[in-house]
């Protein structure tokens, strides 16, 4: 028959057809002994649907058919899926709810097929909910509305039961929480609001009580081990049933419970706490500590608190300890200042490997550690010890080093490392304008005795070296002055040999002394006091003959002899033997006065040479009352006074033919102490003058802000020293102060 002839269904009996095959399906889903359907069996129920829907109205049943089909659902939920649910407890509950849900959604996939056209049409015309929605939200508002708590507190028991150390069954907890999921169709609301917040809630209470017993039992270190054995298996537990979702919210609770409500009591542990730990370095259970407390907002404060607090503490305790060595040895005081660098200096430098390896590995490099170290260092490497400050104590330790690996005769590669890590000490020294200063002295004075004296200078590997190092650390300007002296050097050598090359062809000009000038840039070197010393006549005619020289090669340079810092080597004729005396300029110059005059008297001497009655107390004293006694004083006492006269000692004698006579050194610290001042007004000047032409107009405070930032590399400006410099760029026109607002400069250019 054709289309239109279709014998129309009516809704009664369409329905006991579509009726029957549902109770079919019911029956398969119970278990109960039933045929499976046959794509014949799926086709005529599609197309009895499809009938009944396009039929003419008022026999287009489409409505009608789609309350049905909700209600086909509600009345098996009622009659057959609540009352088997209400009647289990506990796992056994669950087991149902999760075969429950299973069936549900067989059902709804195999409903939804016969009952596909509504969906595609009817439902699509009046936007209703479509007919896998409706078959979800049944079991939604009627299972899962009842059971969901009952559930919730069955699946949390679960977790606290497995938390204890009980199998459970991990699979079925993992798909009664897919329900959870699944329920919301896309959206996670029901699993967060009725499993989650409640199962959190659990969580906390439950390490709450553990953390309260743990703290009083447990040491630091196996509490710590508890705790990150509790946050991996919450994390497996995550992995194994809980969505994904819960992982940060459930270690969140626990952190918050295991460290953050105890932290203070868990790192200040008497025995154990984190001050013990550093004490006995125990270095895996402060990585464990770095591990938990880096998950926990603000938690690595304290830890790196301490931990400069430690550090702090040892590095004083090295300066105490330096301190009360230099005043055990006050007596020997030569011995104390070498003790003192080369011991406190290398404690110092093992101290910052120790930790910074603390930094590096325990604590991966985190910036708040490495603030930590530096602070630390910051204290006490700026304490000095026994009146010499750190800037002192690390140049001479640097010039220890440099002396062909110092006292301990080190290799190649442990100078260079040395090195490395004495200019990493100088970037928490806060005047690193005075070490620069104190090392140009030490090393200007050793460079010229040595080059003077032997012509070869130890090391200048390690010298170019740790200039490159000190250049990185702090800058081109820190380091100039010193590659100025190296260059100086290099330069001399050549002059040198020019001048010999000059006396081989002008042989009348030859002073017949053996001469080695080093000529030296006056800005690089330290200042030396320069005196107008009167030269024997033998060594006048050395200076004439080489200002001659000098003077063939440039026209417009000054010349000024630093008598204070030559040598010469004299032959002394004494009546046991003949030796040669090495001796400065100075004594070279008082002792050829006794080549014209048997006795004379201090004033004698004082007036021939025209030198200060310090520098003629050092001079006599080393010639006639240490360990050489050239010149036989009267009276023959231990120190030099204005009456005393002296006398050439022809019978001095010593089992070596060469002998080297000290002059005692002039203590340079106050001066270097003044110079680096000087320089250091000089800096403030400069730097004042740049930003305020810069800015034109700046109030007090920033001016004197932007002042020590820019000076901070090279040392610490006092605030008070800012404003006198402040005050004299005033007097000397070059700011001035606004009339209205005293506090505020302007620049006059």
Avoid at 269 to 276: D, N, T, W
């Amino acid at each position: 028959m054709t289309m239109n002839e279709r014998k129309t269904i009516d809704l009664e009996q369409g329905w006991e057809f579509m009726q029957k095959g549902i109770t079919r399906l019911k029956n398969i889903l119970e278990g109960l002994p039933e045929p499976q359907f046959s794509s014949g069996d799926y086709m005529m129920r599609y197309t009895t649907i499809y009938n009944m829907c396009t039929q003419k109205p008022p026999h287009d049943y489409s409505q009608q058919l789609y309350d049905k089909y909700r209600e086909s659902f509600e009345e098996y939920i009622t009659s057959t899926v609540l009352p088997s649910l209400r009647e289990k407890h506990d796992e056994f509950m669950l087991r149902e709810l999760v075969k429950r849900w299973a069936n549900h959604k067989v059902m709804v996939r195999w409903l939804f097929r016969f009952f596909h056209y509504l969906d595609r049409y009817f439902i699509a015309r009046r936007s209703l909910p479509p007919l896998n929605e409706v078959g979800l939200t049944c079991f939604r508002e009627l299972v899962y509305q009842e059971l969901n708590a009952k559930v919730r507190d069955a699946v949390i028991s679960l977790i606290d039961q497995e938390r204890e150390g009980e199998q459970i069954d991990r699979a079925l907890l993992k798909n009664v929480l897919d329900i959870f999921v699944e329920i919301g169709m896309g959206q996670m609301d029901y699993y967060e609001n009725d499993f989650e917040a409640t199962m959190l809630k659990d969580t906390a209470a439950y390490y709450s009580r553990k953390a309260s017993n743990w703290i009083l039992d447990d040491s630091c270190p196996d509490y710590m081990l508890k705790a990150e054995e509790c946050l991996k298996r919450e994390k497996d537990r995550v992995s194994h049933y809980l969505h994904s979702s819960s992982e940060p919210k459930l270690l969140e609770k626990v952190q918050h419970e295991l460290l953050s409500v105890c932290t203070n009591r868990l790192l200040d542990k008497e025995h154990s706490g984190c001050h013990a730990l550093l004490r006995d370095d125990k270095v895996e259970d402060l990585s464990r500590m770095f591990r938990l407390f880096s998950k926990i907002p603000r938690g690595l404060d304290p830890v790196s608190s301490i931990f400069k607090q430690h550090v702090t503490a040892e590095g004083t305790a090295l300066v105490k300890q330096a301190e009360d060595a230099a005043s055990n040895k006050k007596a020997d005081k030569k011995d104390v200042v070498g003790m003192q660098e080369q011991v406190f200096v290398r404690k110092v430098i093992e101290l910052h490997d120790k930790y910074l390896a603390y930094v590096n590995d325990c604590f991966q490099n985190h910036t708040l550690f490495h603030k930590a170290l530096k602070e630390a260092f910051e204290v006490f490497c700026n304490k000095g010890v026994a009146g010499s400050s750190s800037a002192e104590l690390l140049a001479t330790f640097c010039d220890n080093i440099l002396k062909k690996g110092g006292s301990e005769k080190l290799s190649d590669e442990a100078i260079e490392e040395t090195l490395e890590k004495v200019v990493k000490l100088l970037a928490y020294i806060s005047d690193k304008d005075l070490f620069a200063e104190f090392y140009r002295i030490i090393v200007g004075r050793k460079k010229l005795a040595r080059r003077l004296l032997f012509d070869k200078s130890a090391n200048d590997d390690h010298e170019r070296s740790i200039l490159t190092k000190l250049k990185q650390q702090c800058g081109g300007q820190f380091t100039s002055k010193m590659e100025g002296m190296v260059t100086d050097l290099t330069l001399a050598r050549e002059n040198q040999t020019h001048f010999e090359e000059y006396l081989s062809n002008s042989p009348y000009a030859n002073p017949g002394i053996d001469l080695t000038v080093t000529v030296l840039t006056t800005g690089f070197w330290p200042s030396y006091k320069s005196f107008d010393l009167n030269l024997p006549a033998e060594m006048i005619k050395c200076v004439e003959v080489f200002r001659d020289f000098y003077q063939t090669k440039t026209k417009h340079r000054k010349l000024t002899w630093i008598y204070s810092l030559g040598t010469c080597n004299l032959i002394g004729k004494f009546e046991p033997k003949t030796m040669e005396l090495i001796v400065t300029t100075y004594q070279a110059s008082a002792l050829l006065l006794f080549n014209s005059s048997d006795r004379l008297s201090y004033s004698e001497i004082m007036t021939q040479l025209n030198l200060t009655d310090d520098d003629v107390v050092r001079l006599l004293h080393s010639l006639s009352c240490a360990k050489y006694k050239i010149l036989n004083k009267e009276p023959s006492t231990k120190t030099i006074s204005s009456t005393d006269h002296f006398e050439f000692n022809s019978n001095f004698t010593d089992k070596m033919r060469r002998i080297k006579i000290p002059l005692p050194p002039v203590d340079e610290k106050k001066k270097v102490i003044e110079d680096v001042d000087k320089d250091r007004r000089y800096a403030i000047d400069a730097s004042i003058v740049r930003i305020m032409k810069s800015r034109k107009v700046l109030g007090h405070q920033q001016l004197v802000m932007e002042c020590v930032e820019q000076l901070g590399r090279m040392f610490k400006p006092d605030f008070k020293a800012i404003k006198k410099r402040i005050e004299d760029l005033i007097t000397r026109d070059y700011l001035e102060r606004d009339k209205d607002n005293p506090n505020t400069f302007r620049y006059l250019a």
